[in-house]
């Protein structure tokens, strides 16, 4: 992917999450990145395939976050936390009329999303087990099936952020559903450290 594309991914990224896709135009991303509209289209060929490749960009971004996270945790469950904590202040009235457009415009990429998010059930379910051996997590779960789980209700939140207007609701259930399948994994020693965490965040 070359520079230009990067750049145009980028800006086309922050006028989305802030003003929503059926707002902003190829127009606006082309004035926003000092480009010519046949330079971006020579880029990007229609806008469809922009939305698709700011997700994909977007997810790259939120990946790399969360490995710079991952290696500075003290355990997997403090990198689970940091992720989360991380997550979490992502949910704005921005990133809810994001996803409110694209079930609504794109509902095929929006499918394709919770289709790659479910892909992850095994890689997570993997990540989960060294938890067991650094006594934060029972030894008596099945971390595989126990991902699918989660992963299944973090694409029904995804979801209610494609029709919700209130981020402060989806934000709720999204710290509901994460302290549930934390606190159901946890041993005595990660509850404690679970406790700590929500206690020092006010969440």
């Not at 990224?13 to 606006?28: A, C, F, H, N, P």
């Not at 922009?50 to 997700?55: G, K, Q």
């Not at 650094?134 to 008596?140: A, I, K, P, W």
Request: proline fraction near 1%; hydrophobic fraction near 40%.
């Amino acid at each position: 992917m070359s520079d230009i594309t990067d750049n145009i991914l980028a800006k086309a990224s922050q006028l989305m999450e802030r003003y929503g896709i059926s707002s902003v135009t190829m127009d606006d991303i082309a004035k926003e990145c000092h480009i010519s509209k046949r330079t971006l289209y020579e880029q990007i060929p229609d806008k469809r395939t922009l939305v698709w490749n700011c997700i994909l960009f977007h997810r790259k971004r939120k990946q790399e976050e969360a490995i710079k996270l991952v290696n500075k945790a003290e355990s997997t469950l403090d990198a689970l936390l940091r992720i989360y904590r991380n997550a979490r202040k992502g949910l704005t009235n921005s990133s809810s009329i994001f996803f409110k457009d694209l079930h609504r415009l794109y509902p095929e990429l929006e499918k394709k999303c919770r289709e790659i998010h479910s892909e992850q059930s095994k890689s997570f379910g993997e990540y989960l087990t060294r938890g067991v051996n650094e006594g934060m997590f029972r030894s008596d779960i099945d971390f595989e099936l126990a991902a699918k789980i989660f992963m299944a209700q973090s694409n029904a939140i995804m979801k209610e952020i494609s029709t919700s207007n209130e981020p402060q609701i989806i934000a709720k259930t999204m710290t509901t559903a994460f302290i549930i399948f934390l606190r159901g994994i946890a041993t005595q020693k990660g509850l404690e450290i679970i406790d700590n965490f929500f206690k020092e965040n006010n969440i």
